[in-house]
């Protein structure tokens, strides 16, 4: 157990870094609160409409926003991970006697208080919107533990991109990778209204799994209760292939 207890530490000083961090530049923690707000206000009321959504569309769009929000905001933890690679920062901490990955638990551990605040402000701001989940506070628990697992994948995957790209540089061609992700989905419209190819490959995109769930834990339109399953199953086997190979990256030395 001592082993695990010395992990622990090292990962919760590397979140503590990573939150003074923040106390130095809280416009960028703001902005990236901020931003999907405002992708909730221009869909639900400057946009609006929702092809193919049966019921209220706010009522179907909120779940998606939430879900979106869970894809998006990577480039902040990918920036960080990059720039401490350049400037030499992560081979001084491989030269400590710090277990191995405690650097990148630190920084995913920050990353998710950031992702409950952003869920939490989102569902504040939905809420002074008119919108009203349905399905009780232990629904929404579910929901949001669903919706905190997946930013967890994704977290780990914009992670081990990071660590592939090494340079700040990089990040934003990488990042690219995230939009197509967010946006062919079902967070806006209902995959009934699309081509059937199109259709099919919105259905088994991961965060259109985790909209459909927290759709029906919520008791929003477009809800199907057997994506709960598949909202556990599709993070946990992303987890499973890229928490391993972010470590393994992150050991191995850069030539």
Do not use: C
Request: glycine share 12%; charged share 15%; net charge positive.
């Amino acid at each position: 157990m001592s082993g695990y207890a010395h992990a622990l530490t090292d990962s919760w000083t590397m979140t503590r870094r990573e939150l003074a961090h923040w106390a130095r530049q809280p416009g960028q923690v703001l902005v990236a609160l901020v931003f999907p707000v405002m992708l909730l206000l221009m869909f639900g009321y400057l946009i609006g409409g929702g092809r193919g959504v049966r019921g209220d569309y706010v009522d179907y769009l909120v779940p998606g926003m939430l879900a979106l929000t869970m894809a998006f905001g990577l480039e902040g933890t990918m920036l960080a991970v990059t720039r401490d690679l350049d400037k030499g920062v992560i081979d001084r901490f491989r030269s400590l006697p710090m277990a191995n990955g405690a650097v990148l638990v630190g920084r995913s551990a920050a990353d998710m208080l950031q992702s409950a605040a952003a869920l939490a402000l989102m569902t504040g701001t939905a809420l002074a919107l008119g919108w009203r989940p349905h399905g009780g506070l232990g629904a929404y628990a579910g929901a949001a533990g669903l919706l905190l697992l997946f930013r967890f994948a994704m977290l780990w995957i914009g992670i081990h991109l990071a660590l592939v790209a090494g340079k700040p540089e990089m990040v934003q061609a990488v990042q690219i990778l995230v939009w197509p992700v967010g946006f062919l989905s079902n967070a806006f419209a209902a995959p009934d209204s699309m081509p059937d190819w199109l259709a099919t490959v919105v259905r088994w995109n991961p965060l259109s799994r985790t909209a459909t769930a927290v759709r029906h834990l919520l008791g929003g339109p477009g809800g199907e209760q057997g994506h709960v399953w598949a909202a556990v199953a599709w993070p946990l086997a992303l987890l499973a292939v890229f928490f391993p190979l972010a470590v393994r990256r992150f050991a191995r030395p850069r030539h």
